[in-house]
């Protein structure tokens, strides 16, 4: 029996969509006897909310078996002034930061999301503020540091580039609370108490999923949905265990591969 870390953008749906056959084979793994935690960068939906609709598609989880950026977060900065550039709906998983305007401890940034939504967010007035907060001794937070995401209108600018454009103007490197962190993956370990060599992470991101959790010591399957593309494969240091087409042929590479 082993530990199975399931990434959810473009493992188990795309922009809404669910991946065919997603649903039986989480339900398959179950049956294993596998333990499973439910880990995503998602930084535009509060975990409630991506509960629900995960299972909307079918898949069984419990909300404490999702694990998300912004409860990354609250645990990180708890009783810090925030100044936050994060999507709205998920404030409420925020608990326990004091959002602030102004004189924050911290500035943290949150992911892109398809709606007109960001555009506020990540406005040139709130990013030169995030850029003032720092000039003033500011620490640096982001929930991840993706380049892009992919939708079903393809691949999208993520926030990864105002991480980017921050660092570079305030001199200062963002500590990432979402994948490929260690601490995320520690998290991810503790909650389900395995070690890393009794587990694996599947996931359609190289760099987030597959290079991350290879250096915290887990086996890792990277799926030909979502994100992927061939080229990535080609150009990377760390190779996944395993890739198979959909997250559908995992139950059966799990039994091929125990
Ligand atoms: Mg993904």
């Known amino acids: 029996m082993s530990a199975i870390l399931l ?3 473009g493992v188990l749906h795309v922009s809404g969509h669910p991946i065919l056959g997603g ?17 995503t960068n998602n930084t535009t939906h509060s975990r409630s909310a991506l509960a629900e609709e995960i299972r909307s598609f079918g898949v069984e989880l419990e909300d404490r078996e999702l694990q998300t950026t912004p409860i990354a977060a609250a ?7 925030v100044l936050a550039l994060t999507m709205p709906a998920i404030v409420e998983d925020l608990e326990g930061l004091e ?3 102004e004189n924050a401890d911290a500035v943290l940034l949150g992911g892109a999301d398809e709606s007109f939504e960001t555009n506020q967010v990540f406005s040139y007035y709130n990013l030169a503020r995030a850029f003032a907060e720092l000039q003033d001794g500011a620490e640096l937070y982001c929930l991840h540091k993706n380049r892009w995401w992919q939708t079903s209108r393809g691949a999208l600018l993520d926030a990864g580039a105002f991480v980017a454009g921050l660092e570079y103007a305030a001199e200062q490197e963002a500590t990432v609370l979402g994948k490929p962190s260690a601490a995320y993956f520690a998290a991810a370990l503790d909650a389900l108490d395995y070690e890393p060599e009794q587990t694996w992470m599947v996931g359609d991101d190289i760099e987030a999923d597959v290079a991350g959790a290879s250096a915290f010591g887990l086996r890792t399957v990277l799926v030909r949905t ?8 080609e150009e990377v240091t760390v190779r996944p265990d395993g890739v198979i087409d959909s997250i559908a042929a995992l139950p059966q590479w799990l039994e091929a591969h125990p």
């Open 99 to 101: 959002l602030v305007g």
């Open 75 to 81: 645990h990180a900065l708890r009783g810090k002034r």
């Open 7 to 9: 990434d959810v953008d």
């Open 226 to 233: 979502g994100k992927f593309r061939e080229e990535a494969l």
């Open 23 to 39: 649903a039986k084979a989480t339900a398959r793994l179950r049956e294993m006897g596998h333990a499973l935690r439910f880990v």
